[in-house]
């Protein structure tokens, strides 16, 4: 069986070695029925496995919480894994991994226990800040007009505020 490379994202397939800045932003949805609408028009910008981006590169990511927020039917979200369900957060997990201290899940910015607004992941990777900046600054103003609020993002590039 031979892969269709159009159907999975770039970043599960190359990695961006060749983009060093990055942007990752977490997002909250709060009106489920305009974001469907987001998301259709964003589907030609994610960049897919076919080829090797050059200069820029926008993939994402939905989360359970995030996929049951879009209404994906109980039949669909009771076949995902136990882990992707449970998360990272739970406390075997948090044993198993040495999450303690500073990396104690009560401390993440996003995907701690009880955390029930991080939805989607978007990942935005660029030659440099001013490469993914108008991208970032775009897909912004578009997120936040239709049902999405952004709750942090990460810049590799520049200072990061939380806004949790």
């Known amino acids: 069986m031979k892969l269709d490379k159009k159907d999975i994202q ?7 070695r060749n983009l060093p800045a990055a942007i990752y932003v977490m997002l909250e949805i709060t009106d489920d029925k305009k974001v469907k609408d987001w ?8 960049t897919t496995g076919e080829h ?15 996929m049951k927020k879009l209404g994906l039917n109980a039949h669909s979200l009771d076949s995902f894994s136990k882990e992707f369900i449970e998360g990272m ?6 044993l ?6 500073k990396s104690d899940p009560k401390n993440w910015n996003w995907g701690r226990r009880g955390d ?21 600054k775009k897909l912004k103003s578009e997120y936040e007009a ?17 806004k949790f």
């Open 52 to 66: 090797k981006p050059l200069d820029s590169a926008t993939n994402i990511a939905f989360s359970y919480t995030g």
């Open 89 to 94: 957060a739970t406390e075997h997990k948090q």
């Open 146 to 162: 239709n049902g999405i609020k952004e709750i942090i993002k990460i810049d590799t590039t520049k200072e990061t505020k939380n």
């Open 10 to 16: 770039g970043i599960i397939l190359r990695g961006y």
């Open 39 to 46: 998301l259709k028009k964003l589907h030609p910008v994610i």
């Open 96 to 101: 198993k991994f040495g999450d303690y201290g």
């Open 116 to 136: 029930e607004r991080s939805h989607i992941l978007l990942l935005m990777y660029g030659e440099n800040s001013n490469s993914i900046d108008h991208s970032y």
